[in-house]
């Protein structure tokens, strides 16, 4: 096999694995083994909220008597009847977010005990929905967010402290819902399916303490206003909530799965070694680029030909100014790693179809990558400590660029071997 057919069959491989977690089937298939009474509502969130409410939609046509689609520029393909669609910022929260939230809580503060509201929930959502607390103003929400997107934090210590500064994560919309009934429906993009994290778990207890977000801020070096901090501190939570059911209707272990058995299928010897990877990009590249070298000189954990599937959602320490994403930063330090390899390529993929604040959704390397970079005068390590993954990538073809898929269920890494 050459480089280029390894290419071919890694685009493949996340295609099908993208299929797998596409919401459409799954939703509507949750619809019927649901009982749902009452006049119906429908509020979606996230960057498949586009996918998932039109699924609802088609599944139960009029019952529901409206809803409000919130989604990321881009993820919207048009109009779906009976409801109003949003379109807004991220992974920074802008005028639009607060706008669009304000539109779905005027739907939901009306709801009565003969009301049910169909809630639609994907990654994304922590940003896309937000109404933060009275005080607290959008440009220091941006800020708080931006601190904390660029600082190394996990996802979930992102969100343990956006509960506190919001009206509406962390269990306080349902209670705004209440008496109506709250049924969720959640495309986990969490490690873990952890549902109190899936966009800040805006229907779903909150155990976490305001310490707990304070510990956070304080780990990772960030200093809000005092104001700010006596707004956290003086926060509410609901710890247990009796008008909501939850269900998860697609996950990264799909997506995972999918890939191996489409690997295998291909003729690959395949295995899952992990779809909890949560380190920082450039650890988990360099940990992939050093599997790639253990299978290419001894032939282990597998024979060649073989493909090693991994899910998760790295971090990036944000230290330089350069232009990238997650998983464009797992495959440039992964071909740093894998410098001078054959018969390799490895990649890392947004399954949302986007990585950052950039048109790619990751990257596909192989050992001559760093090597096309070094013939173009450009230092591969140098551009990875500017966190300027995009650009090195770019002048290689190294980057994927799909467009939004109407999914997110996490980022899938390949690492195939000829």
Known sequence: MD??????????????????VLPDKSVKKKLRELKLEGNLYLLAIGKASWRMAKAVVEELGERIKKGVVITKYGHSFGDIPNCEIYECGHPIPDENTLFASRKALEMVESLTHSDTLLFLVSGGGSTLFEIPYDGITLEELKTINNLLLISGASISEMNVVRKKLSKVKGGKLALIAHPAKVVTLALSDVLNDDFSMIASGPTYPDLSTPEEALKILDRYGIIIPKHITNILKSTSHPSELKNV????????????????????????????????????????????GSIAKELRRYGRPLSP???????GETVVRVKGKGKGGRNQEVALSAAITIEGLENVVILSFGTDGTDGPT???????????????KA?????MAYLNDNDSYTALKKVNALLITGPTGTNVNDLMLVICG
């Open 245 to 288: 059911e939850y269900h998860i209707v697609g996950s990264l272990r799909i997506a995972c799965e999918r890939a191996e058995r489409t690997a295998r299928d291909l003729g690959y010897n395949t295995s899952i070694i992990s779809t909890f990877v949560d380190c920082e990009a450039r650890e988990a590249g360099r940990f992939l």
């Open 3 to 20: 480089t280029k057919k390894l290419r071919e069959d890694g685009l493949k491989i996340i295609s099908e694995a993208i299929q797998a």
């Open 359 to 373: 048109d790619a959704a990751g990257g596909i390397v192989d050992g001559q990558t760093a090597q096309r970079l």
């Open 376 to 380: 173009l005068n450009m230092d591969p």
């Open 305 to 311: 030909p073989c493909v090693i599937v991994a899910g």
